[in-house]
């Protein structure tokens, strides 16, 4: 059996770990906004939707070596958190574009754009799939099945 997140679990690893200007023992005082908010908020809920999908998923033991990657059977719970991020998008966008957490979520910029590396990462996983009913957050838009 092939591993539905493989990719998706190398994107949780490398922002968790590394990415986003994010490096081990950098006191939180020196992380922006948007940083926080995807290390506080959105990190907890992708790890989360990756063990729905994969129970056998142990993060902290695969970096401390103590076991190795597992294979996930299913994609359902990642792709419906992406779903809800790209509609938290539509709000946050209408609430404050300006927004440091709404700049490092979905905006391209220095470090990229967390939202769409993340979907690049499921359709990597996933070629054939792409949402019918995915929120257009950059124009605002809730596409809802056209």
Known sequence: MADKL????????????DGYGIRN?????????????IHDELLPWLYLAIVA???????HA?????????ESPDDAV????????????????????????YHMVFTQGQT?????????????????WYPKDIPDFRNAVLTLGQ
């Open 25 to 37: 023992f950098t006191d939180r005082t020196y992380m922006t906004e948007g940083q926080k908010y």
């Open 112 to 128: 990229g754009c967390y939202f769409d590396k993340l979907f690049d990462a499921m359709k990597k996983d996933d070629p054939e």
């Open 78 to 101: 990642v792709k419906r958190y992406i779903l809800e991020l790209a509609r938290d998008g539509v709000a946050l966008g209408r609430y404050d574009k300006g927004s440091a957490a």
């Open 6 to 17: 493989a990719n998706v679990k190398a994107f949780y690893y490398a922002t968790t770990f």
């Open 53 to 59: 999908d994969d129970p056998a998923f142990d993060a």
């Open 62 to 70: 695969v970096v401390m070596g103590q076991k190795p990657e597992s």
